[in-house]
């Protein structure tokens, strides 16, 4: 099993916009669904309509592909269990106005910090 998809998750986008398109894997839904659907056929149909279109999808087909957790989240950058001085990795995630919510059952955080005087 590769991942779970819900609650509007969706697959499938990049299959669209490759000349060259072969799934690289299968869909089983374990659960009732609905399924969007739409074939490539028809939406080479719609991308001939529209040049600004067809422009949106070549920018999405040549934007840098950016790291990615086997989860296909933004990888972050994290550093734990050090002693002493040591150089805290920086990392920028996008914000989202309406994320998914994932309760915690217990978080924990110490931050030691040396002062000089």
Do not use: C
């Amino acid at each position: 099993m590769l991942g779970v998809l819900a609650d509007g998750d969706y697959f499938g986008d990049r299959i669209l916009v490759e000349p060259q398109s072969n799934w690289e894997f299968t869909v089983q839904a374990v659960t009732r669904t609905t399924v969007l659907v739409l074939p490539q056929q028809a939406f080479r149909e719609l991308l001939n309509q529209s040049q600004a279109l067809q422009a949106h999808v070549d920018r999405f087909r040549t934007r840098p592909q950016v790291p990615q957790n086997k989860y296909g989240e933004a990888a972050i950058a994290l550093t734990s269990g050090h002693i002493g001085e040591t150089e805290l990795p920086g990392t920028f995630v996008d914000y989202e106005l309406s994320p998914r919510e994932y309760e915690l059952s217990v978080a924990q955080t110490v931050l030691r910090v040396k002062v000089e005087i």
